[in-house]
C-alpha cells in the first residue's frame, strides 16, 4: 500500500500542527518486533501494515511493519532531539505500560517511529532507550527513510514539519493498534487521562 506523494501532501495538508519544541557471530535475542512467521499475514485495508515500507530498530535489525502483528501496539511518533512534547507522549506510553498488570505487560508492544531520518540513527535510537530505560522486549525504536515516515504519518493521521535547529512542530498523538495494525482509538494531547487505553488494551488483549 504505497501512496502517491501528491495523496501524501494532501492529507498532510488538511490538519492544524502541534509545536514540539523548544524542542555478531553469536546467536542474539530476537527484539519484539521481530518474531518470525511461518506463514505470511493477510491483512484488511484498514491495516496500517499492509505499506511496503522498510524500517531499522535500534538494533540495526530492518523490517516491515507486518512484523509487529500478533499483538496489540501502542505506538507513536517522535524524535530522539524533541526537548517538550516527546518525553510526555514517551512518558504517557510508559504509563499505560505501567497501569497494565505485569502479567499482560509482555503481550502488548510499545514502538516509537522518528520522525527525523536525518539525524535519529540505529545508535541514536539505542541512546534514547538506554536514557529512558525503554524494556526491550516490549519495546521497539524504528527508524526509517523520509518517504516511508510521511506515508506512515498519513496513515497514522500524524501531521509534522521540520523547523529550525533540527526541531520538528507535530501532532501529539498516541495509537492503539490491533493484533492485525487497524487502529482502535487514538489520544490527541499530552498528559491525558489513560483509563479508556488501558480499558481498550485490555480488552485485545483478551480476544
Not at 498519513?154 to 490491533?178: C, D, M, P
Request: with cysteine; charged share 20%; net charge neutral.
Amino acid at each position: 500500500m504505497k501512496l502517491s506523494p501528491q495523496t501524501l501532501f494532501a492529507t498532510l495538508a488538511v490538519a492544524t500542527l502541534a509545536g514540539c519544541g523548544t524542542q555478531s557471530s553469536h546467536r542474539a535475542a530476537k527484539p519484539p518486533c521481530c518474531e518470525e512467521s511461518n506463514a505470511p499475514t493477510m491483512f484488511t485495508d484498514k491495516s496500517i501494515y499492509q505499506t511496503e515500507s522498510t524500517w531499522t530498530t535500534d538494533q540495526q535489525k530492518q523490517i516491515k511493519l507486518g512484523e509487529l502483528s500478533g499483538r496489540p501496539q501502542v505506538v507513536a511518533m517522535f524524535f530522539v532531539n524533541c526537548q517538550f512534547a516527546c518525553p510526555i507522549i514517551v512518558n504517557d506510553m510508559k504509563r499505560i505500560e505501567t497501569a497494565l498488570s505485569p502479567e499482560l505487560r509482555p503481550r502488548i508492544g510499545f514502538t516509537l517511529f522518528s520522525f527525523d531520518a536525518r539525524r535519529d540513527t540505529p545508535a541514536a535510537l539505542a541512546g534514547y532507550r538506554r536514557a529512558r530505560a525503554l524494556p526491550d522486549h516490549n519495546w521497539t525504536l524504528l527508524c526509517g527513510r523520509p518517504d516511508d515516515v510521511l506515508e506512515l504519518a498519513v496513515l497514522l493521521g500524524i501531521q509534522y514539519k521540520e523547523v529550525a535547529r533540527g526541531q520538528f512542530a507535530h501532532s501529539n498523538v498516541i495509537t492503539i493498534l490491533n493484533a492485525q495494525g487497524e487502529i482502535v482509538r487514538q489520544q490527541v494531547g499530552l498528559d491525558q487521562d489513560i483509563q479508556e487505553m488501558v480499558r481498550l488494551i485490555q480488552q485485545l488483549a483478551a480476544k
